[in-house]
């Protein structure tokens, strides 16, 4: 059975910085792009940024390109999202998630896995 | 970026009645579209990707339709566990991946 789960959440201040870590399990990590997928309060689904499977390519949204940082431990079958300098808007809850299909080299951009998702609060 | 619009924002249905979910494409994306289904408290579930292939595991009453900028999520019959908050995503004009804003399917 394939489980996603998040840690690393919490509160921290306007410029301050937290690691997300995904652990994985179920299947053959490395064969598989990832994604973080966030969903602030009462508000919809904002793709974050995504890794292939080698950890080659990587992709961020506009929103966070330049303060976060994706990267991925396929030793320890654990994804990361590293954030820096949040801002109050990045108050969200932080999903992983794994691409459907089996490629470590390609984003096929559609997500059949997901975990349940761990909480950010940036608030002075 | 391409954003997506989905109507109706909630929707009520009894049990067994068809619902019919609509996800518009502020440009076309070809068939690259997915749909996904979130209960309170659970994973979000994948049901529909390129437009109408279901996914694995899933009822064929959840069906999907469209091209371009015009998508359409169907339940034939809907079924107690079966209301839940639907996204439509779009992977067709990527960079960034983007979801619609949910449509919530609540019980009359």
């Known amino acids: 059975e394939v489980q996603l789960l998040e840690s690393g959440g919490g509160l921290v201040q306007p410029g301050g910085s937290l690691r997300l870590s995904c652990a994985a399990s179920?299947?053959?990590?490395?064969?598989?792009?990832m994604t973080w997928v966030r969903q602030s309060p009462g508000k919809g689904l904002e793709w974050v940024s995504g890794i292939t499977g080698t950890g080659l390519s990587t992709y961020y949204a506009d929103s966070v390109k330049g303060r976060f940082t994706i990267s991925r431990d396929n030793s320890k079958n654990t994804l990361f999202l590293q954030m820096n300098s949040l801002r109050v808007e990045d108050t969200a809850e932080y999903r992983c998630a794994r691409e459907k299909d089996e490629n470590s080299d390609y984003f096929s951009c559609y997500y059949d896995s997901w975990g349940q998702g761990t909480l950010v609060t940036v608030s002075s | 970026e391409t954003v997506l619009t989905q109507s109706p924002a909630t929707l009520s249905l009894s049990p067994g009645e068809r619902a019919t979910l609509s996800c518009r494409a502020s440009q076309s994306v070809s068939r690259y579209l997915a749909w996904y289904q979130h209960k309170p408290g659970q994973a979000l579930r994948l049901l529909i990707y390129d437009a109408s292939k279901r996914a694995t595991g899933i009822p064929a009453r959840f069906s999907g339709s469209g091209s371009g900028t015009e998508f359409t999520l169907t339940i034939s019959s809907l079924e107690p566990e079966d209301f839940a908050v639907y996204y439509c995503?779009?992977?067709?004009?990527?960079?960034?991946?983007?979801f619609g804003q949910g449509t919530r399917l609540d019980i009359k």
């Open positions: 995503q779009q992977r067709g004009n990527w960079p960034p991946i983007t």
């Open positions: 179920g299947f053959t990590f490395s064969k598989y792009s």
